[in-house]
T-cell receptor, first 111, second 115 residues
Framework: RKEVEQDPGPFNVPEGATVAFNCTYSNSASQSFFWYRQDCRKEPKLLMSVYSSGNEDGRFTAQLNRASQYISLLIRDSKLSDSATYLCVVTLSGGYQKVTFGIGTKLQVIP | DAGVTQSPTHLIKTRGQHVTLRCSPISGHKSVSWYQQVLGQGPQFIFQYYEKEERGRGNFPDRFSARQFPNYSSELNVNALLLGDSALYLC??????????????FGEGSWLTVV
């Protein structure tokens, strides 16, 4: 089983739609969770951290479910500019911060 | 403030050659990590350095090596290049890298093509 699993998509959604991505992780000792956004042929950029209490940043909402070992990202009112690959990131400390990325979920927002 | 800077941005090498990639972290950041991203995959961890010491190593062959300098900049070296080493090599910096919760910031990457 992969340490971090994501559906690679692509998810093709119309402008204005709501879309949700899930990500599962295998190590229950994992400590921190993030969503990164990566545009084509660019570096990943931090979108948001993910907390058990859930957190929201404008149209984006992230949630962590430790019991089921998954994190989610919800995007409301999708914009064309949201088209990108969304990478799920899980970290674990043990002498160093071990950072594991999922394969990424590709989102294409269609006019 | 400058972000993470990497050089070169693009390079083409021949199988069997050696390559050195360079990275300067964000000012004040003491940890540098290297990742390999093959097309269609997520970044794979190669190395992490903190305070000039190797703190973590991913599942990569010994052809891959790295070091961190007193100014916290870093080099990634790859010997005996293979076609499969063609990838985007990402450098990331974080404040400490040894405690959890540190956000990591990526440079724009170095695109390596091996022919």
């Amino acid at each position: 089983r992969k340490e971090v699993e994501q559906d690679p998509g692509p998810f093709n959604v119309p402008e204005g739609a709501t879309v949700a991505f899930n990500c599962t992780y295998s190590n229950s000792a994992s400590q921190s969770f993030f969503w990164y956004r990566q545009d084509c042929r660019k570096e990943p950029k931090l979108l948001m951290s993910v907390y058990s209490s859930g957190n929201e940043d404008g149209r984006f909402t992230a949630q962590l479910n430790r019991a089921s070992q998954y994190i989610s990202l919800l995007i409301r009112d999708s914009k064309l500019s949201d088209s990108a690959t969304y990478l799920c990131v899980v970290t674990l400390s043990g002498g160093y911060q071990k950072v594991t990325f999922g394969i990424g979920t590709k989102l294409q927002v269609i006019p | 403030d400058a972000g993470v800077t990497q050089s070169p941005t693009h390079l083409i090498k021949t199988r069997g050659q050696h390559v050195t990639l360079r990275c300067s972290p964000i000012s004040g950041h003491k940890s540098v990590s290297w990742y390999q991203q093959v097309l269609g995959q997520g970044p794979q961890f190669i190395f992490q350095y903190y305070e000039k010491e190797e703190r973590g190593r991913g599942n990569f062959p010994d052809r891959f090596s790295a070091r961190q300098f007193p100014n916290y900049s870093s080099e990634l070296n790859v010997n005996a290049l293979l076609l499969g080493d063609s990838a985007l090599y990402l450098c990331a910096s974080s404040l400490s890298g040894v405690t959890d919760g540190n956000t990591i910031y990526f440079g724009e990457g170095s695109w390596l093509t091996v022919v």
